[in-house]
């Protein structure tokens, strides 16, 4: 029998989650239904910003919007740099995270209304956030409405070459178990297809430290 699905807000906000994040460290998986399991790098997401993300910060020009923030390790950074940088999280922990940081935070879905819709120079969707709601096209779609003419997505794709929608679960290996909800994996081929669909255009691709990315333009 299939799990009941609730939002993805609820699903990030479950107690597994906060609690990494409030510890910095995991260990934190994404469980797909067939029992497969995706580490989480909770421990990355909560230290400084790494060689990868510094390929990431270079190419960040203008106001910056980070969908999924997490504890706001890029937000936080881009501040430092002289960026106006605001980072988005369904997570009330991550956001208090982020501003400990140093950085501004908002705790609300992409889906919700933004400040300064259609004006961000760039957008980011790094740590595998372009699985955020299971529909990496709507993603898309909105992303593109966040940024200003001209400006920039950077997005972090799986390093394989996947495409697929899942259902998913947060927990800790330890017994500790959120609500199971929607995600999605890309690679750079189907991210760069799902771009092209939502009106992204000049996919730049590139590896750092294991990891791959993709710059996208309006």
Known sequence: MTAQLVEPAQAWRADPYSDALRAGQGPLYLRRSDGWLLPLDVERWCAEPDSA???????????????????????????????????????????????????????????????????????????????????????LRRAAGLAAPGGSLLVEVATVDVDERVEVHVEDGRGGRGAAFLWARLGTRALRAEAAAAGWTRAVTWHASGRAFVQLRR
Do not use: K, M, Q, Y
């Not at 950074?77 to 991550?94: I, K, M, N, Y």
């Not at 933004?114 to 004006?119: A, C, F, I, V």
């Open 53 to 139: 993300d510094a390929t990431v910060l270079s190419r960040c020009h203008g106001p910056v919007l980070d969908i999924g923030c997490g504890p706001g390790r890029l937000v936080a950074a881009l501040a430092r740099l002289g960026h106006a940088a605001l980072g988005v999280d369904v997570t009330p922990e991550a956001v208090a995270c982020t501003v400990r940081a140093g950085g501004s935070a908002l705790c609300r879905s992409v889906f919700d209304p933004l400040p300064s819709e259609g004006r961000w120079g760039t957008v980011l969707l790094i740590d595998g956030n372009i699985g955020i709601g299971g529909d990496p096209g709507a993603l």
